[in-house]
């Protein structure tokens, strides 16, 4: 019931922003939306790039589903895994496949990666994904094990163009925001004073997103959060 309410107070608030825009003028043309919408299909879609290309599955759960990707040109193109998550600038894709992990392109198809499922992808082509240990794969090195803190199972969820590798690992049964790259390793991004956190993604100026329990208990409170080297982990307020 919390969350139907929250996700229709959203609504309203998106609904009183855009009127007040068309009031003050910052659409152009009055009643005209500042965006379309196109309709891909059913299922989810996961990730789009800079061309406007998107990739994600045609149904639910993943394990039932079709990996896909569409442009404006071609539409929808199956790509015959179970889900696609992530394409990069050169249009090429990663996804899993009954249980493994793929790299996909226009010229060679789908390459299997190995046990596993792949996250993220970046323009250098290297790829980030978890096969329980977290990895980062590329061509001429294949895949790669990002190592441990300690945990028993690592899960790398986003890569960006130099390198770096966020996810999350298990310790004690909680989980544990990290930050990955070739020259520290694996590093515990730590809580805002909570039991667990998790890193969803990274930008390119090596900034960290994620969501981080707080010292609250009752009820559980998880903080969205943005992380980077110099001020460590910033809440960015409740979502939860």
């Not at 590329?138 to 028993?152: F, K, P, R, V, Y």
């Not at 090596?206 to 080297?229: C, L, N, Y």
């Amino acid at each position: 019931m919390t969350i139907l309410k929250r996700e229709n107070d959203m609504k309203k608030i998106l609904v009183i922003l855009l009127a007040m825009m068309l009031v003050l003028g910052v659409v152009g043309v009055v009643g005209a939306a500042p965006f379309t919408i196109t309709n891909l299909g059913s299922g989810i879609a996961y990730g789009i790039n800079d061309s406007g290309q998107v990739v994600g599955v045609t149904a639910t759960p993943v394990s039932t589903g079709h990996a896909f990707i569409w442009d404006e040109t071609n539409g929808r193109t199956d790509l015959g895994g179970n889900s696609a998550n992530a394409i990069n600038n050169s249009g090429q894709v990663v996804g899993e496949s009954f249980n493994h992990a793929f790299i996909w392109d226009e010229t060679n198809g789908m390459t299997d990666l190995g046990e596993g499922s792949a996250k993220d992808i970046n323009d250098s082509g290297q790829v980030a994904g978890y096969s329980y240990p977290a990895f980062i794969w590329d061509e001429t090195s294949g895949m790669t094990d990002l190592g441990t803190l300690g945990g028993d199972e690592n899960y790398a969820n986003a890569i960006n163009d130099s390198g770096q590798v966020v996810g999350f690992y298990k310790y004690n049964t909680r989980n544990r925001a990290f930050i990955w790259d070739e020259t520290s390793g694996m590093t515990d991004l730590g809580t805002l004073g909570g039991v667990s956190s998790y890193a969803s993604d990274i930008n390119d100026s090596g900034q960290v997103v994620g969501s981080s329990r707080t010292p609250q208990s009752t009820p559980p409170e998880h903080h969205a959060f943005i992380w980077d080297e110099t001020n460590g982990m910033t809440d960015l307020d409740s979502w939860g």
